[in-house]
């Protein structure tokens, strides 16, 4: 059994590992930058470790400050929490070079997956539908529209090392492709370092539903159904909720056998999402692969009861899977805001600063994981998520009327937030009748002065 965790992040996931290892007697070593001494993490860890000054690239990002750390303190893994280092195959093949266990599957599968397009071929070959689209990279511009003429207008081009929503373009026409092909690749040469793309077709109002999948090192793989992540702003999810108010009980049998049957193609290990795209008649396409585990994972944890943390903890202890396919049974259902420190009236410009005053909603179904409080300073230099709201129950009217009265609740001070948008969207009756597709947000803020 893992003795001493370094945990690679900050915010609300850092304090969610904390606890989980907490809970199973595992010692926890933080590793924080200069703008995240005052951060509950810190506090809560046994140990804690400066690696730097505030911007990422030299702290969270500091691969090799950050393995130093871990000989010096003597820690025997590495969870790396989402964002930062959790997708870095060669942070995962250095730590496994060092003989610290990377919390996660081997560097191997980061690389099979983080180039989108290679994961694309990885779906083929396990047999899961993919969206029509080139077979790979297409490296210049008249391939690139031979491609999308053929599968027809509108595509989007996609960067395969993209991620949170960056180095994507839609197309509606020839005439619109050359100047989206190029901006796609230039703002993925920026972002990712790596400008190669790839093209599908683009759907013009799909569900992005994912399944959440665990796998050990004794090749069992089990999924724990799906999460409904629809509700998005320009490609990121703002609400996420499980199980989806769409699919029928079929479409989630048959989502969930084709996400194990991917993820054990691969001898996949540890926690790990796999999304797709439905279309209005419950078609399904695989998009990506994510190798870590996801902000959201919060809700499936509330419906099956299950504690994905601690299973991956389980997991890189070498342990065999606590549940197996039939013990996962799905109770009720659970919705998730994201909040964040951002001004919707102003384009949702992030908003750091002091908190002057901090009361989180409470009481029967509700869960709030976040690492701040009154009179903490939100730092400038990282995303601007504070917290997480999820609200549970029997069933979705339910946990949606929590949500209401939960996001009332919320005093926060000193800053702004998107609360109060989350609240209207929670009030939408077309949101509540569960029809939103990915285009919601846009047509929301359209009708909504
Ligand atoms: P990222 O890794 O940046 O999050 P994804 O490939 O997961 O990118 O896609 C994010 C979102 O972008 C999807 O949930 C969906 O809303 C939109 N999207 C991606 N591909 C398509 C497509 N082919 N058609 C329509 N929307 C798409």
Same mark, same amino acid.
């Given at each position: 059994?893992?003795?001493?965790?370094?945990?690679?992040?900050?915010?609300e996931i850092?304090?969610? !590992?904390? @606890?989980?290892?907490?809970?199973?007697?595992?010692?926890?070593?933080?590793?924080?930058s200069?703008?995240?001494?005052?951060?509950l993490?810190?506090?809560?860890?046994?140990?804690?470790?400066?690696?730097?000054p505030?911007p990422?690239?030299?702290?969270y990002?500091?691969?090799?400050r950050?393995?130093?750390?871990?000989?010096?303190?003597?820690?025997?893994?590495?969870?790396?929490?989402? +964002?930062?280092?959790a997708?870095?195959?060669? %942070?995962?093949?250095?730590?496994?070079?060092?003989?610290?266990?990377?919390?996660?599957?081997?560097?191997?599968?980061?690389v099979?997956?983080?180039?989108?397009?290679?994961?694309?071929?990885?779906?083929?070959?396990?047999?899961?539908?993919?969206?029509?689209?080139?077979?790979?990279?297409v490296?210049?511009?008249?391939?690139?529209?031979?491609?999308?003429?053929k599968?027809?207008?509108?595509?989007i081009?996609?960067?395969?090392?993209?991620?949170?929503?960056?180095?994507?373009?839609?197309?509606?026409?020839?005439?619109? %492709?050359?100047?989206?092909y190029?901006?796609?690749?230039?703002?993925?040469? =920026?972002?990712f370092?790596?400008g190669?793309?790839?093209i599908?077709?683009?759907?013009?109002?799909?569900?992005?539903?994912? !399944?959440?999948?665990?796998?050990?090192?004794?090749?069992?793989?089990?999924?724990?159904?799906?999460?409904?992540?629809?509700?998005?702003?320009?490609h990121q999810?703002? !609400?996420?909720?499980?199980?989806s108010?769409?699919?029928?009980?079929?479409t989630r049998?048959?989502?969930?056998?084709?996400?194990v049957?991917l993820?054990?193609?691969? $001898?996949?290990? +540890?926690?790990?999402?796999?999304e797709?795209l439905?279309?209005?008649?419950? $078609?399904?396409?695989?998009?990506e692969?994510?190798?870590?585990?996801?902000?959201?994972h919060?809700?499936?944890?509330?419906?099956?009861g299950?504690?994905?943390?601690?299973?991956?903890?389980?997991?890189?202890?070498?342990?065999?899977?606590?549940?197996?396919?039939?013990?996962?049974?799905?109770?009720?259902h659970?919705?998730?805001?994201?909040?964040?420190?951002?001004?919707?009236? @102003?384009?949702?410009?992030?908003?750091?600063?002091?908190?002057?005053?901090?009361?989180?909603?409470?009481?029967h179904?509700?869960?709030?994981?976040?690492?701040?409080y009154?009179?903490?300073?939100?730092?400038?230099?990282?995303?601007?998520? !504070?917290?997480k709201?999820?609200?549970?129950? =029997?069933t979705?009217e339910?946990?949606?009327?929590?949500?209401?009265r939960?996001? +009332?609740?919320?005093?926060?001070?000193?800053?702004?937030? $998107?609360?109060?948008?989350?609240?209207?969207?929670?009030?939408?009756?077309?949101?509540?009748?569960g029809?939103?597709?990915?285009?919601?947000?846009e047509?929301?803020? $359209?009708r909504v002065?």
């Amino acid at each position: 059994m893992i003795k001493k965790v370094l945990i690679a992040n900050r915010g609300e996931i850092a304090l969610r !590992i904390v @606890r989980a290892c907490n809970e199973l007697g595992i010692k926890t070593l933080c590793v924080y930058s200069e703008a995240d001494e005052q951060s509950l993490h810190v506090q809560l860890a046994d140990e804690a470790i400066c690696i730097g000054p505030p911007p990422s690239h030299l702290s969270y990002l500091k691969a090799d400050r950050i393995i130093a750390a871990a000989e010096i303190a003597n820690v025997d893994a590495i969870h790396p929490g989402y +964002g930062f280092l959790a997708e870095n195959a060669d %942070f995962a093949e250095q730590c496994e070079n060092c003989k610290i266990k990377f919390i996660g599957p081997s560097s191997d599968a980061i690389v099979n997956f983080g180039d989108k397009a290679r994961a694309r071929e990885m779906a083929v070959k396990a047999k899961v539908p993919v969206i029509p689209g080139s077979e790979g990279i297409v490296d210049n511009e008249k391939d690139a529209l031979a491609v999308a003429k053929k599968i027809g207008f509108p595509v989007i081009i996609k960067a395969v090392a993209g991620g949170g929503g960056k180095g994507m373009r839609v197309a509606h026409n020839a005439v619109a %492709f050359t100047k989206e092909y190029s901006s796609a690749r230039n703002e993925a040469e =920026k972002a990712f370092g790596n400008g190669a793309v790839y093209i599908e077709k683009f759907l013009e109002a799909p569900r992005h539903i994912e !399944i959440q999948i665990l796998g050990d090192q004794h090749g069992n793989v089990i999924h724990l159904g799906e999460r409904d992540c629809s509700v998005q702003r320009r490609h990121q999810k703002v !609400i996420e909720e499980a199980p989806s108010p769409f699919i029928s009980a079929e479409t989630r049998k048959k989502m969930g056998r084709d996400a194990v049957k991917l993820a054990k193609s691969v $001898n996949y290990e +540890g926690a790990g999402t796999i999304e797709f795209l439905m279309d209005e008649k419950q $078609n399904y396409y695989f998009i990506e692969m994510n190798t870590r585990i996801q902000v959201e994972h919060g809700v499936t944890e509330e419906i099956t009861g299950v504690d994905l943390v601690k299973e991956q903890l389980l997991i890189a202890s070498g342990q065999k899977l606590s549940y197996e396919q039939k013990d996962i049974k799905i109770t009720r259902h659970a919705i998730e805001c994201r909040v964040c420190a951002e001004d919707p009236s @102003r384009n949702f410009a992030p908003c750091p600063g002091e908190i002057t005053l901090y009361y989180s909603p409470g009481g029967h179904g509700v869960r709030i994981d976040s690492h701040v409080y009154s009179g903490y300073t939100i730092p400038p230099h990282y995303d601007s998520m !504070i917290a997480k709201v999820m609200t549970f129950g =029997k069933t979705r009217e339910l946990a949606l009327d929590r949500m209401d009265r939960a996001l +009332g609740e919320y005093l926060i001070r000193g800053i702004k937030t $998107n609360i109060p948008f989350s609240r209207a969207i929670i009030r939408d009756p077309y949101f509540r009748e569960g029809k939103a597709t990915t285009k919601f947000i846009e047509e929301f803020i $359209n009708r909504v002065p």
